[in-house]
């Protein structure tokens, strides 16, 4: 009866140890891992290693999910889902390796840019993602809008703490580049930005433009010279060329075709 007594206090005891160590997926999981160990016959250093694995891969799953939130991507985009053969300017093989992050953990900047549709942000979005995964911190922002906020902050006397929170993830993914000119004063204070994360955070950036085109989307070609001084010292450039994803596909369903015949042609002198 005293061994039975003892068998199930040493029961009831377990589940609260491992709560107060955070061990929460051993826990939840312990009666059926430790029937896989047995059915497996595994030796206790194995039915160790099974535990901590599977409460690692808990926690990991829970950071990236963490890291996805705090992050704000648009949507959900991966590379396995990016159509390579759709865009054969794109070298998978140099999109696989920047998806090993060295260069973000180098603080290096990423520029992608092409026209419209071509699959800038789906690209933009699941590096970001594999970056997630690494462990990078990792922030996402339409060009508008950092400029937005940053020209907030400014007028009401924060811009070192909006500068700050863009400063702080490991990479900061800026969409959308070009799109909209900038006011000049918003190009001094992208700079502010560029400079405080120079060799020490990774910028990744999307673009319809050439930088040879900046001078005018940020209306001053000095503070341009100055931003791109900045980006391009320790970076990457990927030009993407060929169609728009959405263009092709509304060719294939003949929408252009149609759009095409209902337009009124002009009349005739």
Known sequence: MVSDAVTEAEMEALPRMLTRL???????????????????????????TLLCATEIARKDER????????????????????DFQAQPSVDARAIKELALGRWIANGDALLLLGPPGVGKTHLAVALGREAIAR???TLFTSATALVTALSK??????????IAHYAKPKLLIVDELGYLPFEPNAAHLFFTLVSKRYERGAMLLTSNRAVSEWGTVF??????????DRLLHHSQVITIRGDSYRLRAKRRSGLLQQAAAQTPQPVQP
């Open 219 to 228: 209306g001053d070609p000095v503070v341009a010279t100055a931003i791109l």
């Open 153 to 162: 902050a400014h007028l009401e006397g924060r811009l070192d703490e909006r």
């Open 63 to 82: 950071r990236v999910q963490m890291g996805l939130s705090i992050a704000k991507f648009p949507y959900a985009r991966t590379l396995e889902s990016f």
């Open 135 to 137: 462990g990078y911190s």
């Open 22 to 48: 955070k061990l929460t997926a051993i826990r939840d999981r312990l009666d059926e891992l430790l029937n896989e160990a047995a059915r497996r016959e595994l030796t206790l250093r194995q039915t160790v």
